[in-house]
Each structure stands twice: as C-alpha cells, then as structure tokens.
C-alpha cells in the first residue's frame, strides 16, 4: 500500500528533481565550438557521459523502468569554482573521496578502479564478496547504512558521504529529499535496465568520471570487452547449440529471461540455443509451469535455479522438477558458487561488471571442448 | 435418501445439477491451460494412461490433474468452514480466516522464510522445501488455534471469542510486519510469492495429505450440521435446547481448523470464497438448513474455485494469473449483484 501512495508522488518529485534544460544548454553551446571529448559508450544505452571544460556531463537516460525524463548530472573537479549558470543542478564535486553506495552491483567499479578506500558506508554488510572490502568492513571503515531498500537516513547523515549511489525500481526519491538538503549528492544507477552485458559493464566508465580515472575505467573496459568478444567469436563457429533454459517456478510463475534480455544475449554469445529467443522482451516474461515444462522437457542444459545446491533438494521442492531431461542427465547448473554464508554472492556483485568471466563460464558449460582451460568461476554443476 | 426428503427441488439441485455442473467444470479445467492439447487427447490421457506425446500425459497427470483436485478440496474446504464460522458467531462477515488461522500460518511462514539465514539456518537453498513451508504454516495455524481453544473454554459469548480471534490475528500479523522489515528482499519476495496462494503447487502425495485432512474436516461438519442450526437461534437458545455449546463449538473450531488450516498450508490464504460461497448458496437454496447447505455450499465452493481457476489459466495464454485476484475480481461482483437483487441477507440468517 506504502508503494502506491509513493508513485503517486513520483511525478511531482520528479518534476521538481528533473533539471533545468536552461542551465544544460548553457554549458552544452560552448561545446559545440570547442571540441570537446566525449567518452565513447559502445555499448550502454542509458549512460550518456559528455566532457565540456573539465566537467563530466553524466546523464542516465532512464533512470528506472519506463522513466520519461532522463537525469543529468555535472560533475565538476574540486579544484574548479561551480560556473554560475550551474548553481541550481545536480552537481557532484570530483573526484568523491568519500562514497557511499546502495547495491553489491556497485562495488565493482570501486574494485576495478582501486578506489576502495573511499567507500564509507554501505547496506546489508553481510552481503559483500569482494576481500578488498571486507577487510575494511573488519576494520570497521565502512559503515552499516540499514537494511536494503530502507536506508538509515540518519547513519547516512553521520557518515556524511560526499556522493551517495542510489538506485530506483520505481522513480521514488523521496527519501533522498533529506540527504540533499544536508548537502550529500546523490546518484542514481540504472546499469541494471540495460540489456547488454558489456552495456552493463560499460558503466565502469561512470566511475571512472567520478573518481577522475577516466583512462583506468576505459582501459579496464577495453580489456573486457577484448576478452568478451575473444570468447564470443570462438564459440561463433560452433555448428552444435545445446539447447537451455533458466529459472524455475514461483509458485505457478515461472520467471524466463525474455529473448531480448541481457541473459538471453549472454546464452545466444557463449553458443546456446535458448528456447525463448524468438520471445522480444527485455526483461523477465512470465509463464506457467506447464509451458516452460512443454518447451524445455527436451533442453539440454538448464540454468540459475536460484538458490540450489544439489539435485535432490530440486526434487523436494517440486518433484515435476525431475522431469526434466536437463535433471535425468544431471545437466543442472547455477551461478552460486561464489555465494557466502550470509546470503550474499559475488555474481551479484562482480559478476555484472566482468561479463567476460561469466561468459567463459558459459561457454564452458555449453562447449566443454572449446573452453578445456577455463575452470568454472561464478558457475557450479548440482550435485 | 430420507436427508432431502423434505424438499425435493433441493434434492434435485444439490444431488442433480451441482455434481453435473462440477464435472463438466473438472473436465473444462484439466482440458485448457498455457499448452494446448487436443480433447480427444486429453480424455486419451484420463482414461488410457497414454497420450500422443509423453510431455502431453505429463503435464495433465503431473501438472492439470493434481490441479483441478486441489481446487476441488479448496472450493469444499474453504466454503464449508466459512459457512461455520458465519453460523458459529452469526456474523455475516466471519469467514475461515477470523479465528487468526492464516494469520498463524502467515507467521509460522515468515519465521522460517525470513529467519531463514540468520537464526534456524537449517536450509542451504533459498528455494524452500514444499514440506518446510507445510508444517510451519501448520504449526503457526495450530498455535493460534489452541490459544482461541482456550479462551472459548472461559467466554461463554462467541461474540468476545470472534474479538480474540481477530486480535490473535493481529498479533501475528504484527510479528510478521517485524520479520519483514529485518529479512532482504530475496527473502521477502519468496514470502511474499507464498502470500498470492496457489493451487498449482501440489504433488501427488502432498495431495494424499491434504485430501485426507479435509476429508475428516468435513465429516465432523457433517455430523454437527444440527448443532449448527440451533445455534443459528442464539447460544442461549441453544442451551435451553440441552445443546451443550462448548462442546459444539469445540467442534466446530476443530473442522474450521483443518479444513482452513490444511488449505493455507498447503496452497497458502486463498481469499474470498470463505466468505462469499455461503451467502451466494444461501441466496441460491433460499435456506438457512444446515442439512442442505453443507452439502450445497461444499459444491458450491467446487465449482466457484474450478471456475475461477480456469480463468485463472486464459487458454493458450503463457503465463497465468494469481488465484487470489481472479477469485475476488470475479466473485465480488457476482455477491454484490445478488445480494441487491435478492434485498440484502437480513434473510439468511433466519429460517
């Protein structure tokens, strides 16, 4: 009930958030006469990042699920006085000495960017893989900001981050209201909304703007991708696709990737016939039992059963799940090998930013033959 | 045949039509689903055992049959303990839920689901085990249950004994508000999955469990179908009637208790039918007659549920839809619409 009043409230706050086009325009002309750099983005679709003078435009262009106004975002060096034109927007002061961010899927581009000793807070503790990080946890660097979604406002305000990363399924920024009066900027990330996996990991890039590594963010990117597209032009050439599909059943919905989804463009690269690729979503579709089981009782291997360790634990929670021929030939695989004791799991914090590492699994579990020297990294087999 | 004698146009509705209806709806149900199979088929693969494709027998034995049976014993279960409860308190908005029953089971749910990690920690999958979630929402429900057992000891009113059910309720929907805020959103979103109900969920032996529980539920409602009727007068009444009221009312909680709690147990709170099945058999039968309205408003339940649950499915359509909205979405309007044509339900409660 709480949701519906708040995205009743969206549209206001947005209006009210959403920058002023004056102001924008006034520092884009000059950069039509000088020529000024523009940070490629190959790949991601909802992060447009501009350089005019030193100052890094960032504009997330879709900042959550079916958003119409984009978010922009200037970032000025510490060293250089705010333009006036600029004084009423979104400003964040560079490079941030102190973060603080809201999803494990962020700490990457503190990790790949050596930058993790400007982390300060972060919620649900517990959950973080990265060694880096948790040995500041341990030294009791970084604090606890609360519970997932319901940040602790007043801890943040304590810690008094420079920039707080934030991200919104639903356009609500209500909460951040306080953080800005007190003069904290926030960010909002929506690297999860793209549908490539090297758009997702091109976010690196937005990093790199604020922490001033431009050059390490893209040539950590570089990297990548070269890498990524090794794989991906090795598999190519392959003439057998086994066939797969994902997920399992919650409680009579089975959520599948669609076939225009980020994993669905990470099962067509590693050399996979996906089932539901024909399928134009980009998200998850919805389906029944009986339909996944109609499509895919012949596949030859199936992926991400969320939580699951062995194949028996399968059978208990539904028996049909053992009719499936991927079950009979114990084909099962899921992306928790990396998971700790607390319920967190470094696929959901590295794996996004190192698309590269999740394919060579992949194309390991589909063409074992090609992949001989890549051991399984995110990935593990049930037993 | 002497229990319908005194009316045989009821005879002839409750032992004729609803039973034919139902399985033309049982059939109608197995029949349609996301994949679609030719009828001929179908019946192939009811009365045969073989199909064309094996993947067509496995999913009407494996997925449609087991289904449609469970939503059979919902309807029945769930439309009988209502019309108890309704009669137990003489309150037309009582249903199988106010004695706190889903709520004991919600909570017995959300303990294990979002205490998961951090303090019993005995499950390494996210994903629980069918089983795991049965027995805590048993235990929750059953917890709940003998601590209203007790205070109907004490309360000679039922009225009071309606109260504490719903501040039972209370109580564990609170606690289940805590367990929330303090459990992620993976482990939200699984309880949350549980909370929607379904009837899609059950193997075959879960079904044997479930269809045994709801069996003996019903039995005991059916033998206290008397009891029933005169406490429709008033427990006073009742008691210079040589009724002995606790011991019926016992009874009564006893049957609501297993036939609400095995349901919610196993297909999780089903809302709506509970509470909107009496009135409507009341309304179709025009009788306040336990005698014949266990037996009508079991049927009755039947065939809503089945009902409901095709639609749920839209044919050839991939996904479907939660029960829960489809039984409210379709059943509200169709009470509403009844209730004013026929002048309100002040009538139902007397003979």
Known sequence: MKKVSLTVFFPALLMIASCNSDQKEAVNKPSEQAETALVSLNYAEKLKIDHVQNISIVQITEPFKGAETSLTYYLIPKDQEVPDSLRSTRIIRTPVEKFACTSTTHLPGLTLLNTESTLVGFPSLALVSAPSITTRIEAGEVAELGKDYSLNTEVVLEVDPELLMTFTMDGNYKHLSPLSKAGIATIVNADYLETTPLGRAEWIKLFGALFQKTEMADSVFISIESEYNRVKDLLSTVEKKPTTFNGMDYNGVWYMPGGNSWMAKFLSDAGADYLWKENTETGSIELSFEAVYDRAVEADIWLNVHGFNTLSELEAADERYSKFKAYETGMVFNSNARANENGGDDYYEAGFSRPDLVLKDLAKIFHPEIMAEHDLYFYKQLK | ?351
């Open chain 2, 1 to 351: 045949m002497t229990y319908f004698t005194s009316n045989r146009s009821i005879f002839f509705k409750v032992v004729i039509i609803l039973p034919v209806v139902i399985l033309i709806l049982f059939l109608f149900n197995i029949s349609l689903g996301s994949v679609s199979i030719p009828l001929p088929e179908v019946a192939k693969a009811l009365f045969t055992g073989s199909a064309e494709k094996e993947s067509w027998l496995n999913i009407i034995l494996h997925f449609r049959l087991p289904k449609a049976l469970t939503a059979l014993l919902a309807g029945a279960a769930l439309g009988v303990s209502g019309l108890q409860m309704q009669t137990l308190f003489r309150n037309p908005l009582a249903g199988p839920y106010v004695l706190g029953i889903s709520s004991g089971a919600s909570l017995g749910v959300a303990l294990v689901v979002l205490l998961n990690y951090s303090v019993i920690g005995i499950f390494t999958s996210l994903q629980l085990n069918n089983w795991v979630v049965i027995i805590a929402s048993s235990i929750g429900s059953f917890i709940v249950l003998i601590c209203v057992s007790i205070v109907s000891l004490k309360v000679r009113d039922s009225m009071t004994l309606l109260i504490v059910g719903l501040m039972f309720g209370s109580i564990a929907g609170a606690a289940v508000s805590v367990l929330q805020f303090f459990s992620d959103a993976k482990q939200l979103q699984i309880y949350m999955v549980w909370t929607f109900g379904s009837l899609g969920g059950l193997g075959w032996d879960e079904l044997k469990i479930l269809c045994f529980f709801i069996v003996i539920g019903l039995l005991i409602s059916v033998i206290s179908f008397k009891p029933l009727n005169t406490l429709l007068l008033s427990e006073n009444y009742a008691r210079t009637m040589g009724l002995n009221v606790t011991k019926a009312r016992i009874l009564i909680i006893l049957s609501t208790s297993l036939l609400a709690g095995g349901i919610t147990a196993f297909c999780g709170p089903i809302a709506f039918i509970g509470l909107a099945v009496p009135h409507l058999t009341r309304l179709v039968f025009n009788t306040s007659d336990h005698k014949v309205l266990i037996p009508a408003v079991a049927l009755s339940g039947i065939i809503i549920m089945l009902f409901c649950d095709t639609v749920a499915q839209i044919p050839s359509f991939q996904s479907v839809l939660p029960i829960n909205a489809v039984t409210s979405l379709i059943g509200a309007p169709v009470v509403i619409w009844l209730i004013v044509s026929k002048g309100g339900i002040k009538n139902s409660f007397h003979r």
